[in-house]
């Protein structure tokens, strides 16, 4: 026959058996503070509950963590011992959850709403850098203008602030709209009156429209006191559109600086009037304001790097 005292072969030890996490945790907070309120402050519970769970982890271990006197704790050495190595296992737990949760959040897939026009001539073009720089965040760009909701699956939105804002929604400014005549290089001199001290639009230019901005020609000519061309021009779907037209030298048109830049760099296009602020500047918006170390504040820094 087998001793009772030997237990069964796969029966765990009773010597590395761990008490409950609760009471650790009781027990950590009071030996760190030596102070059973305090912990139990802390912890949001009791004074009593802290009390109690000290006690029957000091019945589990069969030794007494602290001294009791006149209403006050002081750790004994066995106590310090335990305490020590308690800290640092808590300490082990809190990094690794850290860990996990800030993996989660760069595995998270962040959508990111742009107004189309920007979204293709300015934000797409520089986008390879923003992902070298930020390998681990997953943002996927979308198209779209004008309101939105962050219900309808939007993280971030980038805007230019010609509309209302959704209620509740952070604003973050990124630049100001700088517009100006844009046409192809070959065309200067037939659309464009150069002199030494000053250029003006020619009243015959042709002036190139879309459905999507129809005030931008009236919004040049106010922020710039320019006078608008007489020819009636032609008038496109879509704003990107009538900045392609321009490229194909079908006449000129209002290009913002940022959707222009790196047509003018390339040659396709020139700005023989430079660019005036209009006014408006776009925006990145988002559901709450944007906190340090967060995707949303790498990308906001990064628009504004390359803005």
Known sequence: MISDSHGEPDSPSTDSRLPSLLALRCYEAAARLENFSRAADE??????????????LEDDLGLALFERRSRRVFLTDEGRALAQAVSQGLD????????????????????????????MRWLIPRWPDFQARHPGLNLHLVAGGGP????????LAIRRDDFAWPAGCHVEPLF???????????????????????????AQALPLHSRTRPGAWQDWARASGQALPLASGQSFEHFYFSLQAAVAGLGVAIGPWHLVQDD???????????????GSQYCLLSPQPVLAGTVQAALLAWLRAVA
Not at 43 to 56: C, D, E, F, I, P
Request: net charge positive; hydrophobic share 45%; charged share 25%.
């Open 264 to 278: 003018i760099a390339n040659g396709l296009l020139v700005a023989p009037l430079d660019f005036v602020e209009d």
């Open 148 to 155: 939105f909701s962050f219900a309808s699956g939007i993280d």
């Open 176 to 202: 100001a709209e700088r517009i100006g005549p844009v046409c192809r290089p070959d065309q200067q001199r037939a659309w464009f009156r150069t002199g030494k001290r000053s250029a003006a639009l020619q």
């Open 92 to 119: 082990l737990m809190r990094q690794g959850v850290a860990d996990l949760r800030a993996r989660a959040r760069q595995q998270q897939r962040w959508v990111l709403s742009c107004e189309p026009t920007l979204l």
């Open 43 to 56: 912890l949001h519970l009791t004074h009593g509950a802290v009390s109690r769970a000290v006690r029957l």
